[in-house]
């Protein structure tokens, strides 16, 4: 699955500096996810499931592909993440996504809806936004889904046809309607608090748009940080930065598409707290749309 992702600066006419104090509680977060080592249910695009979960097991996380009815719910009550994907809704995968998230929704606890495609298809869109109003922690997104998932058109299935600034209305209403954190993935990341703080991170690489699983893997790296963030625009920031933090090192190694896959593996287990407290340049703004 793609989702654009480069190391392109901060949008034009923003005057703010980066802000330590993000980049710092970025680190803590990684910190504290090496330390607990979260569980996180997946039920996901069986395309990436291999991907999703090497990215997990790399940063320190622990994945489970837990996807068929029965056991959707039943596990999500013993998750410490739960990550729900629509890039390949099957009826089986439908159904147990409704368990998981109504057993998350029941006890209170965070999930990650990531909105693959939806706007362009209708099934995986009506489920989308059926899965809405159990009022997920974060949903996470190129800007294309993000727009489909509020009401617009999408774009071109998996393909962004619009640049993250076009999504900022959009992302807002969903942090209004489902009371939700909103990841909004592009040339330079966008996380929206449910409070209207925005951060921008203006890390990666565009080689994540040409490995399978780009922006999917970063939907679970999302989930595995609502269990150890302070909140889940926290969480949000944290997974956006050290996964675009890793896909810089991982380019600057990398030949092509091939070695870039191996080397974001590596760079996202060798990625320290220390690191990302020194490198990244988060920028804090307020919602102006």
Not at 237 to 252: P, R, W
């Amino acid at each position: 699955m793609r989702d654009a992702v480069s190391t392109s600066p901060p949008r034009p006419g923003s005057a703010a500096p980066p802000d330590p104090a993000l980049a710092e509680a970025a680190a803590a977060a990684l910190e504290r996810l090496r330390t607990a080592a979260p569980l996180v249910q997946c039920i996901t695009n069986t395309v990436v499931a291999n991907v999703t979960a090497n990215v997990l097991l790399a940063v320190g996380a622990s994945p489970a592909m837990t996807d068929i009815q029965g056991e959707g719910g039943v596990f999500a009550e013993l998750a410490d993440g739960l990550l729900v994907n629509t890039g390949t809704p099957s009826a089986e995968q439908r159904g147990a996504a409704y368990e998981a998230v109504g057993a998350r929704s029941r006890a209170g606890r965070p999930w990650v809806l990531d909105p693959v495609a939806v706007g362009a298809l209708p099934v995986r869109t009506a489920l989308a936004r059926d899965l809405l109003a159990f009022r997920p922690a974060v949903v996470r997104g190129n800007a294309s889904e993000v727009i489909g998932l509020a009401g617009g058109a999408g774009g071109r299935g998996t393909d962004a046809t619009d640049d993250v600034d076009a999504a900022r209305g959009a992302a807002a209403e969903l942090a209004a309607r489902a009371g939700c954190a909103v990841a909004v993935s592009g040339p330079v990341d966008l996380v929206r608090s449910a409070g209207g703080t925005v951060v921008r991170v203006p890390h990666g690489s565009a080689l994540l748009t040409r490995i399978t699983g780009g922006g999917c893997a970063l939907g679970a790296l999302t989930a595995a940080f609502t269990a150890v963030a302070e909140d889940p625009a926290a969480a949000a920031v944290a997974a956006t930065t050290v996964y675009t933090l890793a896909a810089e090192d991982a380019a600057g190694a990398a030949g092509g598409p091939g070695s870039f896959a191996v080397a974001l593996l590596d760079r996202l287990h060798g990625i320290t707290p220390e690191q990302v407290a020194a490198r990244a340049r988060l920028v804090r703004e307020e919602d102006d749309r």
